[in-house]
């Protein structure tokens, strides 16, 4: 499975951005995907993230309200709409798939590279 990530960007504050995760290869059924971002200097958080089957979805508390997960299954495409973004969203945000579960990095099968979003005060 190959993920192909997309979207991110120079914003400033408030401003919104959209990424996109292309999956191709031997792509799994029942899965999920989601994303994870890294901070200059931290580790790496899970975000959000979205079964494909039912379109179930979970966020972090930081992004919760704002972040909006969603997929396309007919083009196995995963994206990230960010709203009223924030200086502090500045991160490399990575792709990531799981076979069962997908809330830390330990669940992760598949990385995809990662898109810069910086997001200026």
């Known amino acids: 499975v190959q993920l192909q990530a997309s979207g991110g960007g120079l914003v400033q504050a408030g401003a919104s951005l959209r990424l996109s995760c292309a999956a191709s290869?031997?792509?799994?059924?029942?899965?999920?995907m989601g994303w994870f971002r890294q901070a200059p200097g931290k580790e790496r958080e899970f975000a959000a993230s979205?079964?494909?089957?039912?379109?179930?979805?979970n966020y972090a508390d930081s992004v919760k309200g704002r972040f909006t997960i969603s997929r396309d299954n007919a083009k196995n495409t995963v994206y990230l709409q960010m709203n009223s973004l924030k200086p502090e969203d500045t991160a490399v945000y990575y792709c990531?798939?799981?076979?069962?579960?997908?809330?830390?990095?330990?669940?992760?099968?598949?990385w995809g590279q990662g898109t810069l979003v910086t997001v200026s005060s």
């Open positions: 990531a798939g799981a076979r069962y579960k997908l809330g830390s990095r330990d669940d992760v099968n598949y």
């Open positions: 290869g031997r792509t799994f059924s029942g899965g999920i």
């Open positions: 979205i079964t494909w089957s039912g379109g179930s979805t």
